[in-house]
């Protein structure tokens, strides 16, 4: 059994690779066991905590710097074994891209929940943290684009020349996708400047509707009609926006009108009469009432009043009980509204010179 252990193949004894394979199940059961016990023994202690960066370094380690320590240990096992100079190369440059992999997405993840953790301390909605999304594409394009360039100057590559040739590249590529980095702009104007947010209903460009998404390109508006609108950024920020989400409160003016054969005592009543139905809801703000102008076929009564709340539709419900009270109350008084109507008054002596022709 010793003499056969002892042979030689591709440069190394049995023994050899045996002892090489028994350090990778080695190493795979202490990852395993770390990962069962101790990692899930932090998280249980870490949990009890209000420190964010407990949860992230956590996570870190478990996502990120086990897996990668495992495959550096096997690295090392393998290394130790007579390779093939081509075979050992090849595994230099698998650890070297592996490394970078694993650097480069830690980096990420630590940007990730940085920004998060910032936002969150600042009390932002969760509708401002969901549009991390965007922000977080750009920093993870640019953190792996340094990644590729570190890795390329570790592989021996002339890094300079290549950033040079892809500066010139990319001045074509920036004249040609204006547009494109346009939106990309737009959206950061829109993250840090904040004219809306996800869940916002506002009004771009005669577009109604609420806010579902906001991409680094495109905003998408799900209309009140149903459909969803796709806006590009650029055209959001470059038009008058409308977002009744931050609306205060709403104002209203409504005209009513009366027949011009209301006695004048009726119409001293009219203002309080609405001034009455505006106040018995709660959420409204009287403002005034008066008789504004005297109309073709009507006595015309111009109001304001305010709605305490952006909510539409409670605004609708308030709207709704003040009209109904202002027409019970003008029903009970007897006060007639106007319509378009044409009255002809004809005059006693033309009916009775009318009336002996006749005879």
Known sequence: MREYLNQTFWGNTYLAYLIAAAGILVAWIIVRLVKKYAVKKLQQLVSSTDNQYDDMVIEGVEKFVIP?????????????????????????????????YYAVRLVNHILGAMLKGFMERRHETPERIRQLRGVMIVLKAIVWFLGIVLLLDNLGYDVAT??????????????????????????????????????????????????????????RI?????????MSNTKLTNTALHNFKRMERRRIAFTIGVTYQTPAEKLKQIPGIIEKAIKAQSI????????????????????????????????????????????????????????????????????????????
């Open 162 to 219: 290549i950033i040079a040739g892809m500066g010139i590249g990319g001045i074509a590529i920036a004249l040609a996708a204006q547009t494109i980095l346009g939106d990309l702009f737009s959206y950061f104007v829109i993250f840090f400047d904040k004219p809306f947010e996800i869940g916002d209903f506002v009004n771009a460009d005669g577009k109604i509707g609420t806010v579902e998404y906001i991409g680094i390109k495109t905003t």
């Open 222 to 230: 799900r209309s009140i009609t149903g459909e969803q609108v796709i």
């Open 284 to 359: 409204a703000a009287f403002d005034r009432s008066h008789l504004s102008a005297f109309g073709d076929f009507s006595i015309n009564f111009e109001t304001v009043y305010f709605i305490e709340t952006p909510d539409y539709l409670a605004f609708m419900n308030a709207q709704q009980e003040i009209y109904q009270a202002i027409f019970e109350a003008f029903e009970k008084e007897g006060i007639d509204f106007a319509y378009p109507t044409q009255t002809l008054f004809l005059e006693r002596a033309s009916q009775d010179t009318a009336a002996k022709t006749t005879e």
């Open 68 to 100: 990668y320590i495992y495959l550096f240990v096997n690295y090392n096992i393998i290394t130790h074994l007579n390779l093939h100079p081509r075979l050992a190369n090849i595994f230099r440059v698998a650890i070297t891209v592996i490394t970078l």
